[in-house]
Protein backbone atom coordinates (compact mmCIF):
# COMPACT_ATOMS: atom_id res chain seq x y z
CA UNK A 1 0.00 0.00 0.00
CA UNK A 2 1.11 3.43 -1.10
CA UNK A 3 0.88 5.31 2.37
CA UNK A 4 0.87 9.09 1.64
CA UNK A 5 3.10 9.68 4.57
CA UNK A 6 6.64 9.74 4.41
CA UNK A 7 9.12 7.86 7.17
CA UNK A 8 8.96 9.68 10.12
CA UNK A 9 10.94 9.60 13.43
CA UNK A 10 9.49 7.15 16.29
CA UNK A 11 8.52 9.95 18.37
CA UNK A 12 5.43 8.60 19.69
CA UNK A 13 4.58 10.95 22.66
CA UNK A 14 4.24 13.50 20.24
CA UNK A 15 1.44 14.65 17.67
CA UNK A 16 2.20 13.22 14.49
CA UNK A 17 3.14 15.45 11.54
CA UNK A 18 3.10 14.22 8.43
CA UNK A 19 4.31 16.65 5.30
CA UNK A 20 2.10 16.30 2.09
CA UNK A 21 3.84 15.77 -1.15
CA UNK A 22 1.42 15.87 -3.58
CA UNK A 23 4.22 17.48 -5.81
CA UNK A 24 6.51 14.64 -6.03
CA UNK A 25 3.59 12.52 -7.04
CA UNK A 26 1.33 14.53 -9.32
CA UNK A 27 2.63 14.63 -13.10
CA UNK A 28 5.36 17.60 -12.64
CA UNK A 29 5.07 20.95 -14.64
CA UNK A 30 8.07 21.29 -16.86
CA UNK A 31 10.96 23.01 -15.20
CA UNK A 32 10.21 21.30 -12.21
CA UNK A 33 13.31 19.88 -9.87
CA UNK A 34 13.58 17.17 -7.15
CA UNK A 35 13.51 18.10 -3.98
CA UNK A 36 16.76 20.51 -3.27
CA UNK A 37 18.58 20.78 -0.03
CA UNK A 38 17.36 24.35 0.34
CA UNK A 39 13.48 23.46 0.24
CA UNK A 40 13.97 20.37 2.43
CA UNK A 41 15.24 22.71 5.23
CA UNK A 42 12.30 25.11 4.27
CA UNK A 43 9.87 22.23 4.83
CA UNK A 44 11.61 21.42 8.14
CA UNK A 45 11.32 25.29 9.47
CA UNK A 46 7.52 24.72 8.18
CA UNK A 47 6.92 21.75 10.60
CA UNK A 48 8.88 23.40 13.31
CA UNK A 49 6.63 26.17 12.64
CA UNK A 50 3.28 24.06 12.76
CA UNK A 51 4.47 23.10 16.76
CA UNK A 52 5.29 25.76 17.42
CA UNK A 53 1.99 27.64 16.95
CA UNK A 54 -0.61 24.50 17.73
CA UNK A 55 -1.25 24.86 14.14
CA UNK A 56 -2.61 21.47 12.18
CA UNK A 57 -2.14 22.89 8.65
CA UNK A 58 -0.20 25.07 6.62
CA UNK A 59 -0.06 25.49 3.00
CA UNK A 60 2.94 28.00 1.23
CA UNK A 61 3.31 28.67 -2.31
CA UNK A 62 6.24 30.58 -3.41
CA UNK A 63 8.22 30.67 -7.13
CA UNK A 64 5.49 28.26 -8.39
CA UNK A 65 6.32 25.64 -5.36
CA UNK A 66 3.29 24.73 -3.21
CA UNK A 67 4.08 22.64 0.11
CA UNK A 68 1.58 21.92 2.53
CA UNK A 69 2.22 20.44 5.56
CA UNK A 70 -0.21 19.28 7.96
CA UNK A 71 0.17 16.92 11.41
CA UNK A 72 -3.22 15.19 13.01
CA UNK A 73 -3.83 15.33 16.86
CA UNK A 74 -5.24 12.30 17.45
CA UNK A 75 -2.45 9.94 17.98
CA UNK A 76 -1.43 6.95 15.99
CA UNK A 77 -3.92 6.95 13.10
CA UNK A 78 -2.21 5.49 10.08
CA UNK A 79 -0.08 3.98 11.61
CA UNK A 80 0.27 0.12 12.44
CA UNK A 81 2.00 -0.60 15.29
CA UNK A 82 5.47 -2.49 13.61
CA UNK A 83 6.03 0.75 11.49
CA UNK A 84 9.24 1.20 11.82
CA UNK A 85 10.18 -2.80 10.39
CA UNK A 86 7.42 -2.19 7.50
CA UNK A 87 9.15 -1.95 4.23
CA UNK A 88 8.32 1.41 2.26
CA UNK A 89 5.09 1.50 0.81
CA UNK A 90 4.12 -0.86 2.47
CA UNK A 91 1.76 -1.31 5.51
CA UNK A 92 2.39 -3.93 7.72
CA UNK A 93 -0.37 -6.63 8.55
CA UNK A 94 -0.16 -9.31 10.89
CA UNK A 95 -1.88 -11.79 9.21
CA UNK A 96 -5.43 -11.79 10.27
CA UNK A 97 -4.16 -12.92 14.39
CA UNK A 98 -7.31 -14.11 16.75
CA UNK A 99 -4.83 -11.53 19.56
CA UNK A 100 -4.15 -8.09 18.69
CA UNK A 101 -0.50 -7.97 19.01
CA UNK A 102 0.03 -5.88 22.56
CA UNK A 103 3.76 -5.49 21.79
CA UNK A 104 6.35 -4.28 19.30
CA UNK A 105 10.09 -4.23 19.23
CA UNK A 106 11.45 -0.25 18.12
CA UNK A 107 14.93 0.57 18.64
CA UNK A 108 15.70 0.83 22.80
CA UNK A 109 12.75 -0.83 23.51
CA UNK A 110 9.31 -2.80 22.94
CA UNK A 111 6.22 -0.61 23.18
CA UNK A 112 3.17 -2.07 24.63
CA UNK A 113 -0.14 -1.04 23.11
CA UNK A 114 -3.16 -0.85 24.27
CA UNK A 115 -5.09 -4.09 22.92
CA UNK A 116 -8.55 -2.32 23.18
CA UNK A 117 -10.40 1.04 22.46
CA UNK A 118 -11.00 2.43 26.26
CA UNK A 119 -9.63 5.00 28.82
CA UNK A 120 -6.25 5.11 29.92
CA UNK A 121 -5.45 4.82 34.36
CA UNK A 122 -1.94 4.60 35.30
CA UNK A 123 -3.49 4.18 38.58
CA UNK A 124 -6.65 1.91 40.18
CA UNK A 125 -8.22 4.92 41.64
CA UNK A 126 -7.88 8.94 41.35
CA UNK A 127 -5.82 8.91 45.10
CA UNK A 128 -3.85 6.03 44.30
CA UNK A 129 -0.26 5.80 43.38
CA UNK A 130 0.57 4.88 39.36
CA UNK A 131 1.24 0.96 38.59
CA UNK A 132 4.44 2.11 37.26
CA UNK A 133 6.82 5.22 36.89
CA UNK A 134 9.48 5.68 34.00
CA UNK A 135 12.43 4.28 35.33
CA UNK A 136 11.11 1.25 37.62
CA UNK A 137 11.75 -1.80 36.63
CA UNK A 138 9.11 -4.18 36.03
CA UNK A 139 8.38 -8.00 35.88
CA UNK A 140 6.51 -10.39 33.41
CA UNK A 141 2.74 -10.38 34.67
CA UNK A 142 3.14 -7.30 36.56
CA UNK A 143 0.14 -4.34 35.91
CA UNK A 144 1.07 -1.58 33.92
CA UNK A 145 -2.29 0.68 33.78
CA UNK A 146 -5.72 0.15 33.45
CA UNK A 147 -7.62 0.53 30.23
CA UNK A 148 -11.44 0.96 31.11
CA UNK A 149 -14.19 0.30 28.37
CA UNK A 150 -17.62 -0.35 29.06
CA UNK A 151 -17.03 0.08 32.79
CA UNK A 152 -14.89 -2.61 32.57
CA UNK A 153 -11.13 -2.48 34.24
CA UNK A 154 -8.89 -4.48 32.35
CA UNK A 155 -5.74 -4.45 33.68
CA UNK A 156 -2.52 -4.61 31.13
CA UNK A 157 0.26 -7.24 32.36
CA UNK A 158 3.49 -6.50 31.07
CA UNK A 159 4.47 -9.45 28.66
CA UNK A 160 8.73 -9.27 29.74
CA UNK A 161 11.03 -8.14 32.41
CA UNK A 162 12.33 -4.65 31.96
CA UNK A 163 12.60 -1.31 32.49
CA UNK A 164 10.14 1.57 31.95
CA UNK A 165 11.52 3.74 29.82
CA UNK A 166 8.83 5.90 28.66
CA UNK A 167 4.91 6.34 29.21
CA UNK A 168 3.86 7.19 25.81
CA UNK A 169 -0.26 7.64 26.93
CA UNK A 170 -1.86 10.34 29.00
CA UNK A 171 -3.79 8.79 32.07
CA UNK A 172 -7.79 9.55 32.08
CA UNK A 173 -7.28 10.16 28.55
CA UNK A 174 -8.81 7.87 25.34
CA UNK A 175 -6.58 5.22 23.53
CA UNK A 176 -7.56 3.46 20.43
CA UNK A 177 -6.54 -0.05 19.58
CA UNK A 178 -3.32 -0.47 18.80
CA UNK A 179 -1.88 3.05 20.24
CA UNK A 180 1.49 2.90 22.27
CA UNK A 181 1.11 2.86 25.97
CA UNK A 182 4.68 2.17 27.38
CA UNK A 183 8.39 1.94 25.83
CA UNK A 184 9.70 -1.03 28.50
CA UNK A 185 13.57 -1.93 27.81
CA UNK A 186 14.06 -5.48 27.93
CA UNK A 187 15.97 -6.78 31.10
CA UNK A 188 18.88 -8.46 28.76
CA UNK A 189 19.68 -5.59 26.86
CA UNK A 190 20.00 -3.10 29.85
CA UNK B 1 -31.29 15.71 17.40
CA UNK B 2 -27.61 14.33 18.19
CA UNK B 3 -24.42 16.36 18.96
CA UNK B 4 -22.23 13.48 17.98
CA UNK B 5 -22.61 10.23 16.02
CA UNK B 6 -20.41 7.73 15.23
CA UNK B 7 -20.42 5.80 12.05
CA UNK B 8 -19.44 2.11 12.65
CA UNK B 9 -18.58 1.27 8.69
CA UNK B 10 -16.11 1.86 6.51
CA UNK B 11 -15.59 2.69 2.46
CA UNK B 12 -18.56 4.83 0.72
CA UNK B 13 -21.40 4.16 3.30
CA UNK B 14 -19.30 5.81 6.17
CA UNK B 15 -18.33 8.48 3.97
CA UNK B 16 -22.19 8.51 3.15
CA UNK B 17 -22.94 9.24 6.59
CA UNK B 18 -20.64 11.31 7.73
CA UNK B 19 -21.72 13.58 4.61
CA UNK B 20 -25.35 13.43 5.85
CA UNK B 21 -24.53 13.99 9.22
CA UNK B 22 -22.37 17.27 8.34
CA UNK B 23 -25.21 19.00 6.08
CA UNK B 24 -27.58 18.50 9.80
CA UNK B 25 -24.71 19.86 11.88
CA UNK B 26 -23.93 17.21 13.46
CA UNK B 27 -20.08 16.29 14.90
CA UNK B 28 -18.98 12.60 13.19
CA UNK B 29 -16.65 9.75 14.65
CA UNK B 30 -15.13 6.92 12.23
CA UNK B 31 -14.01 4.10 13.19
CA UNK B 32 -11.32 2.47 10.95
CA UNK B 33 -8.97 -0.59 11.25
CA UNK B 34 -5.43 -0.94 11.22
CA UNK B 35 -5.85 -1.64 7.46
CA UNK B 36 -8.13 1.44 6.60
CA UNK B 37 -6.28 4.31 8.61
CA UNK B 38 -5.32 6.02 5.99
CA UNK B 39 -8.80 6.14 4.08
CA UNK B 40 -10.74 8.82 2.73
CA UNK B 41 -13.93 8.56 5.17
CA UNK B 42 -11.44 8.48 8.49
CA UNK B 43 -10.05 12.24 7.33
CA UNK B 44 -13.65 13.26 6.88
CA UNK B 45 -14.66 12.53 10.01
CA UNK B 46 -14.22 15.25 12.81
CA UNK B 47 -12.66 12.42 14.89
CA UNK B 48 -11.42 9.00 14.36
CA UNK B 49 -11.06 5.82 15.98
CA UNK B 50 -9.20 2.99 15.84
CA UNK B 51 -10.68 0.01 16.94
CA UNK B 52 -8.95 -3.05 15.69
CA UNK B 53 -6.61 -5.08 13.32
CA UNK B 54 -7.69 -5.39 9.66
CA UNK B 55 -10.19 -8.58 10.57
CA UNK B 56 -13.42 -7.28 10.37
CA UNK B 57 -14.18 -9.47 13.23
CA UNK B 58 -12.00 -7.94 15.75
CA UNK B 59 -12.73 -4.26 14.56
CA UNK B 60 -15.70 -3.10 12.79
CA UNK B 61 -17.80 -6.63 13.65
CA UNK B 62 -15.94 -5.88 17.38
CA UNK B 63 -18.61 -4.64 19.37
CA UNK B 64 -16.94 -4.28 22.90
CA UNK B 65 -14.05 -1.98 20.55
CA UNK B 66 -17.17 0.20 18.31
CA UNK B 67 -19.13 0.92 21.71
CA UNK B 68 -15.81 1.84 23.41
CA UNK B 69 -15.19 3.95 20.52
CA UNK B 70 -19.09 5.71 20.67
CA UNK B 71 -17.92 5.94 25.04
CA UNK B 72 -14.47 7.79 24.63
CA UNK B 73 -15.95 10.12 22.26
CA UNK B 74 -19.15 10.76 23.91
CA UNK B 75 -21.01 10.17 20.85
CA UNK B 76 -24.92 9.84 21.25
CA UNK B 77 -26.14 7.69 18.18
CA UNK B 78 -24.40 5.61 15.89
CA UNK B 79 -25.38 4.42 12.22
CA UNK B 80 -24.29 1.06 11.36
CA UNK B 81 -24.45 1.73 7.66
CA UNK B 82 -25.09 -1.40 5.95
CA UNK B 83 -23.17 -4.86 6.40
CA UNK B 84 -21.34 -5.55 9.78
CA UNK B 85 -23.35 -4.49 12.40
CA UNK B 86 -26.19 -3.28 10.93
CA UNK B 87 -28.37 -6.55 10.75
CA UNK B 88 -27.29 -7.80 14.71
CA UNK B 89 -29.93 -7.91 17.25
CA UNK B 90 -27.78 -8.15 19.87
CA UNK B 91 -25.82 -4.77 18.81
CA UNK B 92 -28.79 -2.63 18.32
CA UNK B 93 -30.18 -4.20 22.04
CA UNK B 94 -26.99 -2.95 23.72
CA UNK B 95 -27.24 0.38 22.05
CA UNK B 96 -30.49 0.23 23.29
CA UNK B 97 -29.41 -0.10 27.01
CA UNK B 98 -26.44 1.55 26.97
CA UNK B 99 -28.27 4.69 25.83
CA UNK B 100 -26.39 5.17 22.65
CA UNK B 101 -29.47 5.79 19.94
CA UNK B 102 -29.22 3.10 17.23
CA UNK B 103 -29.82 4.65 13.80
CA UNK B 104 -31.87 1.80 12.03
CA UNK B 105 -34.70 -0.42 13.32
CA UNK B 106 -35.41 -1.98 16.69
CA UNK B 107 -33.57 -4.84 18.04
CA UNK B 108 -36.65 -6.86 17.48
CA UNK B 109 -37.58 -5.46 14.11
CA UNK B 110 -34.11 -6.53 13.66
CA UNK B 111 -34.74 -10.55 15.09
CA UNK B 112 -37.67 -10.61 13.27
CA UNK B 113 -36.85 -10.19 10.06
CA UNK B 114 -33.57 -11.71 10.50
CA UNK B 115 -35.55 -15.07 10.58
CA UNK B 116 -36.82 -15.55 6.99
CA UNK B 117 -39.17 -18.21 8.13
CA UNK B 118 -40.60 -16.21 10.87
CA UNK B 119 -41.43 -12.94 8.68
CA UNK B 120 -42.93 -14.95 6.07
CA UNK B 121 -45.24 -16.68 8.88
CA UNK B 122 -46.34 -13.31 10.25
CA UNK B 123 -46.82 -11.96 6.18
CA UNK B 124 -49.27 -15.25 5.89
CA UNK B 125 -51.30 -14.17 8.71
CA UNK B 126 -51.33 -10.90 7.13
CA UNK B 127 -52.86 -11.85 4.18
CA UNK B 128 -49.65 -10.81 2.20
CA UNK B 129 -49.14 -12.84 -0.60
CA UNK B 130 -45.69 -14.35 -0.14
CA UNK B 131 -44.26 -17.30 -2.71
CA UNK B 132 -45.92 -20.25 -2.17
CA UNK B 133 -43.59 -22.65 -0.25
CA UNK B 134 -43.47 -25.10 3.01
CA UNK B 135 -45.69 -23.45 5.88
CA UNK B 136 -42.23 -23.07 8.55
CA UNK B 137 -38.79 -24.85 8.58
CA UNK B 138 -38.59 -28.23 6.94
CA UNK B 139 -37.90 -30.82 9.74
CA UNK B 140 -37.26 -33.64 7.66
CA UNK B 141 -36.78 -35.26 3.60
CA UNK B 142 -40.30 -36.44 3.68
CA UNK B 143 -41.39 -32.55 5.06
CA UNK B 144 -39.41 -31.16 2.10
CA UNK B 145 -40.94 -33.75 -0.27
CA UNK B 146 -44.18 -33.56 0.83
CA UNK B 147 -44.07 -30.10 0.29
CA UNK B 148 -42.64 -29.84 -2.91
CA UNK B 149 -45.56 -32.26 -4.44
CA UNK B 150 -47.83 -29.46 -3.14
CA UNK B 151 -45.90 -26.29 -4.60
CA UNK B 152 -44.80 -27.94 -7.89
CA UNK B 153 -41.80 -27.84 -9.46
CA UNK B 154 -39.23 -26.45 -9.64
CA UNK B 155 -38.95 -25.31 -6.27
CA UNK B 156 -35.72 -23.49 -4.55
CA UNK B 157 -34.23 -24.68 -0.94
CA UNK B 158 -32.99 -21.81 1.43
CA UNK B 159 -31.55 -21.14 4.59
CA UNK B 160 -33.72 -19.69 7.01
CA UNK B 161 -31.17 -17.50 8.41
CA UNK B 162 -29.70 -16.34 4.87
CA UNK B 163 -29.06 -14.65 2.11
CA UNK B 164 -26.37 -13.74 -0.60
CA UNK B 165 -27.50 -17.07 -2.37
CA UNK B 166 -25.45 -19.29 0.49
CA UNK B 167 -27.24 -21.98 1.38
CA UNK B 168 -29.71 -22.32 -1.76
CA UNK B 169 -30.91 -25.49 -3.97
CA UNK B 170 -33.14 -25.17 -6.83
CA UNK B 171 -34.56 -28.88 -7.26
CA UNK B 172 -36.39 -29.29 -10.68
CA UNK B 173 -37.48 -33.06 -9.94
CA UNK B 174 -38.77 -35.07 -7.11
CA UNK B 175 -35.48 -37.43 -6.78
CA UNK B 176 -33.12 -33.94 -6.02
CA UNK B 177 -35.18 -33.30 -3.25
CA UNK B 178 -33.87 -35.23 -0.61
CA UNK B 179 -30.36 -34.44 -1.71
CA UNK B 180 -30.71 -30.80 -1.73
CA UNK B 181 -32.04 -30.88 1.39
CA UNK B 182 -29.25 -32.39 2.74
CA UNK B 183 -27.20 -30.25 0.95
CA UNK B 184 -28.73 -26.85 1.72
CA UNK B 185 -29.17 -28.05 5.44
CA UNK B 186 -24.97 -28.67 5.81
CA UNK B 187 -24.52 -25.32 3.76
CA UNK B 188 -26.93 -23.66 6.06
CA UNK B 189 -25.46 -25.08 9.37
CA UNK B 190 -21.94 -24.33 8.01
CA UNK B 191 -22.38 -20.49 6.95
CA UNK B 192 -25.14 -19.55 9.41
CA UNK B 193 -24.45 -21.49 12.43
CA UNK B 194 -28.07 -22.48 12.03
CA UNK B 195 -29.50 -25.31 10.37
CA UNK B 196 -33.15 -24.69 9.67
CA UNK B 197 -33.93 -24.46 6.13
CA UNK B 198 -37.51 -23.64 4.11
CA UNK B 199 -38.71 -24.51 0.32
CA UNK B 200 -40.39 -21.79 -2.12
CA UNK B 201 -41.41 -22.02 -5.83
CA UNK B 202 -38.78 -21.16 -8.08
CA UNK B 203 -40.55 -18.98 -11.15
CA UNK B 204 -38.34 -18.88 -14.12
CA UNK B 205 -37.35 -15.57 -15.47
CA UNK B 206 -38.55 -13.00 -12.62
CA UNK B 207 -37.43 -9.84 -11.86
CA UNK B 208 -36.57 -8.69 -8.40
CA UNK B 209 -38.37 -5.79 -6.88
CA UNK B 210 -37.91 -4.11 -3.99
CA UNK B 211 -40.04 -1.09 -2.20
CA UNK B 212 -38.21 1.30 -0.13
CA UNK B 213 -40.22 2.70 3.20
CA UNK B 214 -39.25 4.88 6.01
CA UNK B 215 -41.22 4.83 9.22
CA UNK B 216 -41.20 7.13 12.17
CA UNK B 217 -41.56 6.49 15.78
CA UNK B 218 -44.92 7.23 15.85
CA UNK B 219 -45.78 4.20 13.58
CA UNK B 220 -46.41 6.33 10.15
CA UNK B 221 -45.11 4.31 7.07
CA UNK B 222 -44.55 6.17 3.52
CA UNK B 223 -43.17 4.13 -0.12
CA UNK B 224 -40.75 5.80 -1.89
CA UNK B 225 -41.00 4.00 -5.01
CA UNK B 226 -39.62 0.73 -6.14
CA UNK B 227 -35.83 -0.41 -7.60
CA UNK B 228 -35.60 -2.95 -9.90
CA UNK B 229 -32.74 -5.38 -8.95
CA UNK B 230 -32.96 -7.57 -11.45
CA UNK B 231 -29.27 -7.60 -12.74
CA UNK B 232 -27.75 -9.85 -10.62
CA UNK B 233 -24.65 -12.82 -10.84
CA UNK B 234 -25.21 -15.30 -8.09
CA UNK B 235 -27.57 -13.47 -5.91
CA UNK B 236 -24.99 -10.19 -6.06
CA UNK B 237 -26.57 -6.79 -7.47
CA UNK B 238 -24.27 -5.51 -10.19
CA UNK B 239 -26.74 -2.30 -11.45
CA UNK B 240 -30.27 -0.95 -10.16
CA UNK B 241 -32.86 0.91 -11.18
CA UNK B 242 -36.11 3.27 -10.42
CA UNK B 243 -38.84 2.77 -11.75
CA UNK B 244 -38.59 -0.26 -12.67
CA UNK B 245 -39.35 -1.00 -16.72
CA UNK B 246 -41.86 -3.77 -15.69
CA UNK B 247 -43.80 -1.85 -13.18
CA UNK B 248 -46.40 0.67 -14.15
CA UNK B 249 -48.71 3.13 -12.08
CA UNK B 250 -51.12 0.60 -10.79
CA UNK B 251 -48.68 -2.09 -10.15
CA UNK B 252 -46.54 0.42 -8.35
CA UNK B 253 -49.34 1.82 -5.68
CA UNK B 254 -50.57 -1.42 -5.11
CA UNK B 255 -47.22 -2.87 -4.25
CA UNK B 256 -46.30 0.34 -2.25
CA UNK B 257 -49.66 -0.48 -0.94
CA UNK B 258 -48.74 -4.13 0.52
CA UNK B 259 -45.17 -2.91 1.48
CA UNK B 260 -46.70 -0.39 4.04
CA UNK B 261 -48.91 -2.89 5.11
CA UNK B 262 -46.00 -5.51 5.66
CA UNK B 263 -44.12 -2.58 7.71
CA UNK B 264 -47.07 -1.63 9.65
CA UNK B 265 -47.90 -5.32 10.92
CA UNK B 266 -43.85 -6.10 11.68
CA UNK B 267 -44.00 -2.45 13.70
CA UNK B 268 -40.99 -1.80 11.87
CA UNK B 269 -39.22 1.84 12.57
CA UNK B 270 -37.10 3.96 10.38
CA UNK B 271 -35.58 2.82 6.63
CA UNK B 272 -36.13 -0.48 5.60
CA UNK B 273 -36.83 -2.57 1.80
CA UNK B 274 -39.41 -4.95 1.09
CA UNK B 275 -38.10 -6.99 -1.12
CA UNK B 276 -40.90 -8.78 -4.14
CA UNK B 277 -40.47 -11.18 -6.73
CA UNK B 278 -42.55 -9.89 -9.79
CA UNK B 279 -43.41 -12.60 -12.43
CA UNK B 280 -44.40 -12.15 -16.19
CA UNK B 281 -47.89 -11.96 -15.37
CA UNK B 282 -47.39 -9.02 -12.82
CA UNK B 283 -48.09 -10.46 -9.58
CA UNK B 284 -46.16 -10.31 -7.05
CA UNK B 285 -44.85 -12.20 -3.71
CA UNK B 286 -43.49 -11.27 -0.49
CA UNK B 287 -39.58 -12.17 -0.07
CA UNK B 288 -38.01 -10.64 2.87
CA UNK B 289 -37.62 -7.21 4.70
CA UNK B 290 -34.06 -6.02 4.51
CA UNK B 291 -33.53 -4.10 7.83
CA UNK B 292 -31.20 -1.77 7.22
CA UNK B 293 -30.04 1.13 5.01
CA UNK B 294 -29.07 -0.50 1.19
CA UNK B 295 -26.22 -0.40 -1.14
CA UNK B 296 -28.78 0.97 -3.37
CA UNK B 297 -30.43 3.64 -1.62
CA UNK B 298 -29.09 6.21 -3.92
CA UNK B 299 -31.36 5.77 -7.15
CA UNK B 300 -34.41 6.50 -4.91
CA UNK B 301 -32.88 9.47 -3.51
CA UNK B 302 -32.17 10.61 -7.21
CA UNK B 303 -36.62 10.49 -7.88
CA UNK B 304 -37.53 11.54 -4.69
CA UNK B 305 -34.95 14.31 -3.96
CA UNK B 306 -35.33 12.90 -0.61
CA UNK B 307 -32.15 12.01 1.67
CA UNK B 308 -32.85 8.96 3.10
CA UNK B 309 -29.89 8.63 5.21
CA UNK B 310 -31.13 12.62 6.96
CA UNK B 311 -34.24 10.84 7.21
CA UNK B 312 -33.14 7.69 9.17
CA UNK B 313 -31.40 10.03 10.67
CA UNK B 314 -34.50 12.48 11.75
CA UNK B 315 -36.30 9.67 12.52
CA UNK B 316 -34.06 7.65 14.91
CA UNK B 317 -34.16 11.24 16.74
CA UNK B 318 -37.70 10.68 17.54
CA UNK B 319 -39.25 13.55 14.86
CA UNK B 320 -42.10 12.53 13.00
CA UNK B 321 -41.88 12.25 8.86
CA UNK B 322 -42.19 15.40 7.24
CA UNK B 323 -43.91 14.70 4.70
CA UNK B 324 -47.16 12.40 3.46
CA UNK B 325 -47.36 9.75 1.12
CA UNK B 326 -49.25 12.35 -1.63
CA UNK B 327 -46.20 14.54 -1.03
CA UNK B 328 -43.59 11.82 -2.39
CA UNK B 329 -43.67 12.71 -6.32
CA UNK B 330 -41.11 9.86 -8.68
CA UNK B 331 -38.93 12.45 -11.33
CA UNK B 332 -37.13 11.10 -14.02
CA UNK B 333 -34.55 7.73 -13.79
CA UNK B 334 -32.23 6.32 -12.60
CA UNK B 335 -29.09 3.58 -12.63
CA UNK B 336 -26.60 2.51 -10.43
CA UNK B 337 -23.97 0.67 -11.50
CA UNK B 338 -21.73 -0.93 -8.61
CA UNK B 339 -18.33 -0.73 -9.49
CA UNK B 340 -16.16 -3.64 -7.57
CA UNK B 341 -12.38 -4.61 -7.75
CA UNK B 342 -13.51 -7.87 -9.74
CA UNK B 343 -11.72 -9.48 -12.39
CA UNK B 344 -14.65 -8.29 -15.21
CA UNK B 345 -14.93 -11.62 -16.79
CA UNK B 346 -14.18 -14.12 -13.87
CA UNK B 347 -15.40 -12.19 -10.91
CA UNK B 348 -12.82 -12.51 -9.17
CA UNK B 349 -11.51 -10.02 -6.19
CA UNK B 350 -9.09 -7.78 -7.42
CA UNK B 351 -7.46 -5.71 -4.54
CA UNK B 352 -4.39 -3.68 -5.03
CA UNK B 353 -2.78 0.21 -5.33
CA UNK B 354 -5.02 2.39 -7.41
CA UNK B 355 -2.41 4.75 -9.17
CA UNK B 356 -4.94 7.04 -11.35
CA UNK B 357 -8.42 7.57 -10.49
CA UNK B 358 -10.54 10.03 -11.96
CA UNK B 359 -14.63 10.63 -11.12
CA UNK B 360 -17.14 11.13 -13.80
CA UNK B 361 -19.32 14.21 -13.35
CA UNK B 362 -21.41 16.44 -14.83
CA UNK B 363 -25.27 17.14 -14.85
CA UNK B 364 -27.03 14.14 -13.18
CA UNK B 365 -23.63 11.98 -12.32
CA UNK B 366 -23.42 11.01 -8.68
CA UNK B 367 -20.38 8.96 -7.99
CA UNK B 368 -20.37 7.23 -4.09
CA UNK B 369 -17.01 6.84 -3.21
CA UNK B 370 -13.95 6.74 -0.36
CA UNK B 371 -11.32 6.12 -3.16
CA UNK B 372 -9.03 7.98 -4.65
CA UNK B 373 -5.05 8.19 -6.20
CA UNK B 374 -2.69 6.59 -4.03
CA UNK B 375 -5.10 4.32 -2.13
CA UNK B 376 -5.20 0.92 -2.27
CA UNK B 377 -8.02 -1.52 -2.12
CA UNK B 378 -7.44 -3.73 0.65
CA UNK B 379 -8.24 -7.36 0.49
CA UNK B 380 -10.13 -8.51 4.12
CA UNK B 381 -13.73 -6.31 2.84
CA UNK B 382 -16.18 -6.15 0.22
CA UNK B 383 -15.36 -5.54 -3.30
CA UNK B 384 -17.47 -2.89 -4.13
CA UNK B 385 -15.41 0.28 -4.28
CA UNK B 386 -17.62 3.12 -5.77
CA UNK B 387 -21.52 3.91 -6.90
CA UNK B 388 -21.75 5.06 -9.81
CA UNK B 389 -25.32 6.57 -10.37
CA UNK B 390 -26.68 8.89 -12.91
CA UNK B 391 -30.09 10.78 -13.08
CA UNK B 392 -32.32 11.80 -16.54
CA UNK B 393 -35.79 13.13 -17.23
CA UNK B 394 -36.78 9.41 -18.85
CA UNK B 395 -34.85 6.19 -18.52
CA UNK B 396 -32.97 6.94 -22.20
CA UNK B 397 -31.76 10.21 -20.82
CA UNK B 398 -30.18 7.67 -17.67
CA UNK B 399 -28.80 5.54 -19.47
CA UNK B 400 -27.01 7.63 -21.91
CA UNK B 401 -26.01 9.58 -19.13
CA UNK B 402 -24.47 5.86 -17.63
CA UNK B 403 -22.71 5.47 -20.76
CA UNK B 404 -20.76 8.34 -20.95
CA UNK B 405 -20.15 7.96 -17.25
CA UNK B 406 -18.48 4.78 -17.44
CA UNK B 407 -16.82 6.55 -20.52
CA UNK B 408 -15.13 9.03 -18.28
CA UNK B 409 -14.58 6.99 -15.14
CA UNK B 410 -10.83 6.05 -14.87
CA UNK B 411 -9.32 3.49 -12.40
CA UNK B 412 -5.85 2.26 -12.83
CA UNK B 413 -3.60 -0.25 -10.98
CA UNK B 414 -6.68 -2.85 -10.17
CA UNK B 415 -9.63 -4.12 -12.25
CA UNK B 416 -12.97 -3.08 -11.90
CA UNK B 417 -16.71 -4.62 -13.21
CA UNK B 418 -16.55 -0.92 -16.15
CA UNK B 419 -15.98 -2.59 -18.75
CA UNK B 420 -19.09 -5.24 -17.90
CA UNK B 421 -21.22 -2.15 -16.67
CA UNK B 422 -19.74 -0.69 -20.32
CA UNK B 423 -21.08 -4.27 -22.33
CA UNK B 424 -24.70 -4.15 -20.13
CA UNK B 425 -25.49 -0.83 -20.69
CA UNK B 426 -24.89 -1.16 -24.79
CA UNK B 427 -26.45 -4.27 -24.72
CA UNK B 428 -30.46 -4.32 -26.81
CA UNK B 429 -31.89 -6.29 -24.61
CA UNK B 430 -30.71 -4.16 -21.35
CA UNK B 431 -31.55 -1.02 -23.20
CA UNK B 432 -34.91 -2.03 -23.63
CA UNK B 433 -35.48 -2.93 -20.06
CA UNK B 434 -36.39 -6.55 -20.87
CA UNK B 435 -34.19 -8.21 -17.86
CA UNK B 436 -34.58 -10.46 -15.71
CA UNK B 437 -32.97 -12.51 -12.44
CA UNK B 438 -31.67 -14.88 -15.03
CA UNK B 439 -29.87 -12.01 -17.36
CA UNK B 440 -26.76 -11.43 -16.57
CA UNK B 441 -25.99 -15.58 -16.78
CA UNK B 442 -26.99 -15.43 -19.63
CA UNK B 443 -25.85 -12.71 -21.14
CA UNK B 444 -22.20 -13.77 -20.06
CA UNK B 445 -22.86 -17.31 -21.59
CA UNK B 446 -23.79 -15.25 -24.89
CA UNK B 447 -21.16 -12.73 -25.11
CA UNK B 448 -18.00 -14.37 -24.15
CA UNK B 449 -15.56 -11.35 -24.28
CA UNK B 450 -12.89 -13.06 -26.17
CA UNK B 451 -14.57 -15.38 -28.75
CA UNK B 452 -11.17 -16.71 -30.08
CA UNK B 453 -10.32 -18.06 -26.87
Redesign the interface.
Known sequence: MKKTQPHRQPKRNQPRTKVAQPETRAPRAAGSQDISRAQRNHIAQLVELLKEHNLTELELERDGVRVRVRRDFFPSAGQPISWENAPAGQVAQPESSAEPTPTAEVPGGITVTSPIVGTFYRSPSPDADPYVSEGDLVKKGQVLCIVEAMKLMNEIESELDGRIVKILAESTKPVEYGQPLFLIAPASAS | MFKKVLVANRGEIALRVIRACKELGIRTVAI?S??D??SVY?RAAD?????????SA??YRNI??????A???GADAIHPGYGFLAENAHFAEVCES?GVKFIGPTSENIAMMGDKAKARELMIRRGIPVLPGSPGELRSESDALEAARKIGFPVIIKASAGGGGRGMRVVNKEEEVVRAFQTAQAEAKSTFGNEGVYLERYFLEPRHIEVQILADERGRVVFLGERDCSIQRRYQKLVEETPSPAVDDRLRREMGRVAVEAIKAAHYRNAGTVEFLLDKDQNFYFMEVNARIQVEHPVTEMVTGIDLIKEQIRIAAGLPLAFRQQDIKLSGHSFECRINAEDPEKFTPCPG?IFRYHQPGGIGVRVDSAMEA???V?PHYDSLIAKLITHGQDRDEALARMRRALDEFVIEGIKTTIPLHRRIFSDAEFQKGRVSTSYLERFLANHPVNPAH
Open positions: HEAAAVEHVCVGPAELSPNVLSAEITIPNSTV
